[in-house]
């Protein structure tokens, strides 16, 4: 039968000291793996934290839970990953003061989505973005449609900058509301000003089909040109 605070188990797990060394090596590998992992899942998977901050926040969470409920982990060798993860910690943020490169590998950088009323769309092609959810971010900052929007930003921490058009200078734009951008059509119905569903490219058209001039795509629906109401 075991006993309470049987000190080498507590501290050690019955593990020689020497174990310590493939704590350090386990710790490293699966930091880097964390990071990695959310660098690649983009930057919409970790909204308001950077990757690192994440990384950081999970590496130290497990290292410190661990020990607190499982009797086969000891409490040394979870001290040691607090040490190795911190030391990792300070070795990243000398590299990303170092290398602007290394920098915008793992903080990212960031990207103008919405430029002049429509979409930057090299860009929008390579966020973790969908346009609905993209719409739905712009609808919370009271937006109706594209041409109000002179322009947006995805910042490093996923967030979602917005500068606009002044009353005056409110062009006709993609409406981004549900029931007016559902009422897309490859078929122009009659003569008026159309938006792109695709990129907001935005321009008058007489009834027929028509292709759009920046992404060669071919659904449109009639642009509107409120104002924006704060």
Not at 80 to 109: A, D, H, M, N, P
Request: aromatic fraction near 12%.
């Amino acid at each position: 039968m075991k006993e309470i605070f049987e000190w080498d188990r507590l501290l050690y797990n019955d593990l020689p000291i020497s174990f310590l060394l493939e704590v350090i090596f386990r710790s490293t590998i699966m930091f880097t793996v964390l990071l990695l992992t959310l660098k690649f899942a983009g930057k919409r998977g970790v909204k308001q934290l950077s990757v690192f901050e994440t990384v950081i926040i999970i590496a130290l969470g497990s290292a410190a839970g661990d020990p607190m409920f499982y009797e086969a982990v000891g409490i040394i060798p979870a001290i040691t990953v607090f040490i190795v993860i911190i030391l990792l910690y300070r070795l990243v943020t000398w590299l990303t003061g170092k290398s602007k490169k290394f920098e915008e590998f793992i903080e990212g950088k960031t990207e103008c989505i919405i430029s002049e009323g429509k979409f930057s769309i090299a860009t929008f092609k390579k966020e973790s973005l969908g346009q609905d959810e993209f719409f739905a971010e712009l609808r919370l900052k009271s937006v109706e449609h594209l041409g109000q929007v002179k322009n947006a930003f995805m910042e490093t921490s996923g967030e979602i900058s917005v500068f606009y058009y002044e009353d005056d200078d409110v062009q006709p734009g993609l409406p981004i509301l549900p029931g007016l951008f559902l009422s897309k059509s490859k078929t122009i119905p009659s003569k008026g000003i159309y938006s792109c569903t695709f990129c907001g490219h935005t321009e008058s058209h007489k009834p027929g089909n028509a292709e759009c001039k920046v992404c060669q795509k071919l659904e449109w629906v009639e642009a509107i040109k409120t104002l924006r109401k704060t």
